[in-house]
């Protein structure tokens, strides 16, 4: 696997994949490769065109600015719910009860490093699974659970 390259965002928000000696690639795609059933590996960096340019067997191999990166592009290319309200949170047990865009859920983290901020002031949210959820801007939150969200960010 080639390790010299970066993703990054363009300053019109999209992604983009730089590797030494060769053109970037912009609009770019993040995608959990199969198997599913391991949720810290295997992600596929693809072209406009849906053509691999590079497998990641294990994004903890790279530095924790391309896992942050590699998060947050996946979690935009991939159908992720988008939390509409909080219903319950649990601070010690790290836990969330939530009704998103695809119904109710019960998100368990492993500790707060897995509420990542996005950079328009939406967080991604990784469940023990590896799932992913999209907290929204939280002033779009009603009152309740801006203020249950605010426990857990």
Do not use: C
Request: proline share 8%; no cysteine.
């Amino acid at each position: 696997m080639n390790r010299s390259f970066r993703i990054e965002r363009s300053p019109n928000h999209r992604w983009v994949l730089i590797r030494p000696g060769l053109p970037d690639e912009t609009d770019i795609r993040v995608v959990r490769a199969f198997p599913w059933t391991h949720p810290t590996g295997f992600v596929s960096i693809r072209s406009e065109d849906n053509k691999e340019l590079i497998f990641i067997e294990d994004p903890n191999t790279l530095d924790e600015a391309q896992q942050h990166m590699l998060q947050e592009a996946m979690a935009e290319s991939w159908l992720v719910p988008v939390i509409q309200r909080v219903v319950n949170v649990n601070p010690r047990k790290r836990q969330w009860i939530v009704v998103t865009d695809r119904g109710p859920t019960e998100i368990e983290m492993q500790d707060r490093q897995d509420v990542h901020p996005l950079p328009d002031g939406r967080y991604i949210i990784r469940d023990l699974y590896g799932n992913t959820h999209i907290l929204p801007q939280l002033h779009t939150l009603d009152r309740v659970s801006r203020r249950m969200a605010h426990e857990m960010i």
